[in-house]
Nanobody, 119 residues
Framework: QVQLVESGGGLVQPGGSLRLSCAAS????????MGWYRQAPGKQREVVAS???????DYAEAEKGRFTISRVNAKNTVFLQMNSLNPEDPAVYYC?????????????WGQGTQVTVSS
């Protein structure tokens, strides 16, 4: 099992910035990925960004240039720096951790943190 603790959500004005953090603990395998998803009311959960233990980072197209994902492997922690937040960004943001072993990925989820963009 892997436990995830998220922090950093909140209220921000349009154009503002927020930084989300997620720390993983438990049975963490050497090959893994950490990332962020979000889910707005009435919409499906969608990927925002991900970062593998090997250093590969990926972003949803709409977030490229505005969001930056980073991770500290030694601390099993991932960050999401969100800049230029706009009315399309409010959602519950979920931390995702993926363990890889014997050809299989196993997913774990954080409890979610609310991001609100409002003037």
């Amino acid at each position: 099992q892997v436990q995830l603790v998220e922090s950093g959500g909140g209220l921000v004005q349009p154009g503002g910035s927020l930084r989300l953090s997620c720390a993983a603990s438990g049975s963490i395998f050497s090959i893994n990925a950490m990332g962020w998803y979000r889910q707005a009311p009435g919409k499906q959960r969608e990927v925002v960004a991900s970062a593998t233990s090997g250093g590969i980072r990926d972003y949803a197209e709409a977030e490229k240039g505005r969001f930056t994902i980073s991770r500290v492997n030694a601390k099993n922690t991932v960050f999401l720096q969100m800049n230029s937040l706009n009315p399309e960004d409010p959602a519950v943001y979920y931390c995702n951790f993926r363990n890889h072993r014997l050809g299989r990925w196993t997913d774990y989820w954080g409890q979610g943190t609310q991001v609100t963009v409002s003037s």
